[in-house]
Nanobody, 122 residues
Framework: QVQLVESGGGLGQAGGSLRLSCAAS????????MGWYRQAPGKQRDLVAT???????NAADSVKGRFTISRDNAKNTVYLQMNSLKPEDTAVYYC????????????????WGQGTLVTVSS
């Protein structure tokens, strides 16, 4: 079983910074794209940013220039550096990964973390 565990959420100040981490563990063979999604109360889950195994990134327009996604393949970990926080960034942030495990091989399957709450006050 592949597990994703997020950390780093909490209370941030408008204009401040937070760094989220997501570590994957389990019977992992490889991880393709990893990403962050967020869901505000009463809203749908939206993409924040993604990063491929080779480092190509994509980010939502709402966070470009403020958030940076990165990964450490040796640690099976993806990060989201959030700068210049705004109150509208308040949401539960979910980690996602396309994972090939011993069970799913040779195909990828989506794995999701439990979510970490980010609250930005002003």
């Amino acid at each position: 079983q592949v597990q994703l565990v997020e950390s780093g959420g909490g209370l941030g100040q408008a204009g401040g910074s937070l760094r989220l981490s997501c570590a994957a563990s389990g019977s992992i063979i490889s991880i393709n794209t990893m990403g962050w999604y967020r869901q505000a109360p009463g809203k749908q889950r939206d993409l924040v940013a993604t990063i491929t195994s080779s480092g190509a990134t994509n980010a939502a327009d709402s966070v470009k220039g403020r958030f940076t996604i990165s990964r450490d393949n040796a640690k099976n970990t993806v990060y989201l550096q959030m700068n210049s926080l705004k109150p509208e960034d308040t949401a539960v942030y979910y980690c996602n990964a396309e994972v090939t495990s011993r069970k799913s091989w040779p195909t990828y399957e989506d794995a999701w973390g439990q979510g970490t709450l980010v609250t930005v006050s002003s």
